[in-house]
């Protein structure tokens, strides 16, 4: 079955620096990348996704890459305020299943 | 309009016991899954149903669970003699598509159940 690793599992950056967060994936197949951001109990919300026939894309401050040959993909949050502080989870799909990574801690400090 | 919802939204049960815990998909989606969330880690899949059909239970981790969703709307997560590692939040996500075209999953806010 699908594996997908993520680092780091807990980032703290300085208010408007910017954050990145990769992940690793190991079956091929996997063709959706959604990225999801889960506050203190509460759901996770996805905030980005990106399938397979496209390298980047793009949403205000938050970007994401997937370079399919190496098999990863990266979160990229620019200009990083407070309010993004929370768990962010990368996940991969063949359509499927949904596997989740593990989790990176976001702190912002102000 | 309304999101997936999801009830109890805490649980506490005694080791030993059978629980039930119900969630409502977004109206009109075909997908619905439910996952494990142990503290600190990712979503862990449990298993998923097409409308009424359960396509995949491969993520259950016993025979205890058992999973249905009869008339391909709300479905049910049953527990049965609950144990203490059964401790987790439990998330079901809906999606507008069939598993298979891998649409955006929307989640629920979970339960948390407590075996004690």
């Known amino acids: 079955g699908e594996n997908v690793e993520q680092h780091p599992s807990t980032l703290s950056v300085q208010e408007g620096d910017s954050a990145v967060i990769k992940c690793t994936y190991s079956?091929?197949?996997?063709?959706?990348f959604p990225w999801y951001k889960q506050e203190l109990g509460k759901r996770p919300q996805l905030i980005i996704d990106?399938?397979?026939?496209?390298g980047e894309k793009k949403d205000q401050r938050i970007a994401v890459t997937l370079n399919k040959t190496a098999k990863h993909f990266s979160l990229h949050i620019t200009e990083t305020q407070p309010e993004d502080s929370a768990v962010y989870f990368c996940a991969a799909s063949t359509g499927n299943q949904f596997y989740f990574g593990t989790g990176t801690s976001l702190t912002v400090i102000p | 309009g309304a999101g997936v919802s999801q009830s109890p939204r805490y649980k506490v049960a005694k080791r030993g016991q059978d629980v039930a815990l119900r969630c409502d998909p977004i109206s009109g989606h075909v997908s619905l899954f439910w996952y494990q969330q142990a503290l600190g880690q990712g979503p862990e899949f449990l298993t998923y149903f097409q409308n009424e059909a359960q396509l995949d239970k491969s993520g259950l981790p016993s025979d205890r669970f058992f999973a249905e969703r009869p008339e391909g709307s709300v479905s049910t997560l049953k527990i049965q003699r609950t144990q203490q590692e059964d401790s987790a939040v439990y998330l079901c996500?809906?999606?507008?598509?069939?598993?298979?075209?891998?649409?955006?999953?929307?989640f629920g806010p979970g339960t948390r159940l407590t075996v004690l």
């Open positions: 079956d091929s197949a996997s063709n959706y």
């Open positions: 996500a809906s999606s507008l598509s069939p598993p298979w075209s891998t649409d955006t999953q929307y």
């Open positions: 990106i399938r397979s026939n496209v």
